[in-house]
């Protein structure tokens, strides 16, 4: 009984405390019966695909949704750690044997026979509390916002045309491509694009040692909207989007994947 209640609460979709931005269509369980302990989620932009790790991100799996062929890529140490999705195909990292510093990674790459075509020619990273964004193979500098922390989780718009990323101690920050801020919706975990005008991301509370409850939600990007797309004791996280928001997939904290097809409203 108490693991069907779990299960309902899970699933229970479309809450929304102010104006929704996002309505969720259905939620379904992926590979269920099939693999277990999947984990940090990345679906291609158009959706077709999707890419999960370990717990530790050892190793890296790809399951096709056309087909419903999964294919394990690396058995590798960090393989699954911030993996993505090239124009034609998959690049990602791995530690190299019995070596450290910056030297200990090396990056790889897997075709897929497959031709999507690229951004603007934008691209975003970051490097302690930096924002660097290149435009045209000109990279500039930007701070935004103060974080002593640094920034993480940087993502760039479908369209090119804003930026993304999660600073220390105070949250999310969109900008435009000369680091002007947008908005800051809140302190959320894991954001990632819905769209060109909303995103996901993951609202957790713990103690400090371990989770006490955990939930997709869908937001705006100044945060004034807002939609629940799972229940705080669901214990769902690390959301990942297709290009244009349809859908979202997240991982359970016991290692199952959720699929939720949305259809954006804002």
Request: proline share 4%; with cysteine.
């Amino acid at each position: 009984m108490k693991k069907s209640i779990i299960i309902g609460a899970m699933l229970a979709i479309g809450m929304a405390t102010s104006a929704q931005v996002a309505r969720v269509k259905s939620t379904e369980p992926i590979l269920r019966g099939v693999e277990s302990e999947m984990y940090h989620p990345v679906i291609s932009p158009d959706g077709s695909m999707l890419l999960f790790t370990s717990v530790n991100y050892k190793g890296l799996k790809l399951h096709d949704f056309n087909d419903g062929v999964t294919t394990r890529l690396s058995d590798e140490q960090r393989a699954g750690f911030a993996p993505e999705f090239t124009p034609d195909g998959i690049r990602y990292e791995v530690k190299k044997e019995g070596e450290t510093g910056r030297n200990a990674y090396t990056t790889r790459s897997r075709a897929l026979g497959r031709k999507v075509k690229s951004g603007n020619g934008v691209s975003v990273r970051t490097e302690g509390s930096v924002l660097y964004i290149t435009r045209k193979g000109v990279e500039k500098a930007y701070s935004p916002v103060e974080s002593h922390a640094g920034y993480l989780w940087e993502s760039l718009s479908p369209d090119g045309t804003k930026v993304m990323f999660f600073a220390a101690g105070k949250g999310v920050v969109i900008t435009d491509l000369d680091g002007k801020v947008l908005g800051q919706p809140g302190n959320f975990e894991c954001p990632v694009w819905l769209g060109n005008n909303a995103i996901a991301a993951m609202r957790a509370t713990d103690d400090g040692h371990q989770f006490s409850s955990s939930q997709i939600v869908a937001m705006d990007l100044q945060g004034e909207n807002f939609t629940e797309l799972t229940r705080p004791e669901s214990m769902t996280m690390n959301p990942t989007a297709t290009a244009a928001g349809d859908k979202v997939v997240c991982n359970t904290i016991d290692g199952r994947l959720l699929l939720m097809n949305l259809e954006l409203l804002k």
